[in-house]
């Protein structure tokens, strides 16, 4: 007795099996997205948007998020997240929002923060590198 037949048939019966519970997947995400408000179910028309992070250490990053009316320099650790400062200067928040529409990502995040505290009169001790990473003070 052979048993490669009923391996075949099988394997066919698998194939068409999967194809049609993807298909099914496929239908109800379309029907999902019809009948759900699209803020619901894409994210569109976000309130918080991540401008960018920039990592510091293990688990340790600067993150820049963009809520209504201002933008926010957040330190993330693994316990906590703290302000670090908020931008609420018009000009800049422009300035931030015209480099994301012009070239999203172009720009890196130590060159956003940069350009943002120079508009804001804020001195640089050389904290950040040309390259966005720490550097040392001494």
Same mark, same amino acid.
């Given at each position: 007795m052979n048993g490669s037949p009923d391996l075949t048939m099988a394997t066919l019966k698998m194939v068409l099996s999967l194809g049609a519970v993807l298909l099914i997947l496929w239908a109800a995400q379309r029907g999902v997205r019809r009948f759900m408000p699209s803020a619901a179910v894409a994210g =569109?028309? =976000?309130?918080?948007? @991540? *401008? %960018?992070?920039?990592? *510091? %250490?293990?688990?340790?990053?600067i993150a820049m998020v963009q809520v209504p009316g &201002?933008?926010? @320099?957040? %330190? @993330? %650790?693994?316990?906590?997240?703290? *302000?670090?400062? =908020?931008?609420?200067?018009p000009e800049v928040m422009a300035e931030? &929002?015209?480099a994301q529409t012009a070239q999203p990502g172009a720009a890196g995040f130590g060159e956003q923060l940069k350009r943002m505290t120079r508009s804001l009169g804020m001195k640089s001790d050389g904290a950040i590198s040309e390259d966005g990473r720490a550097v040392s003070g001494q």
């Open positions: =569109r028309n =976000r309130w918080i948007k @991540v *401008l %960018g992070t920039h990592p *510091l %250490g293990i688990k340790k990053s &201002a933008i926010l @320099v957040l %330190g @993330v %650790g693994t316990e906590q997240i703290q *302000l670090l400062t =908020r931008i609420d200067d931030v &929002a015209a």
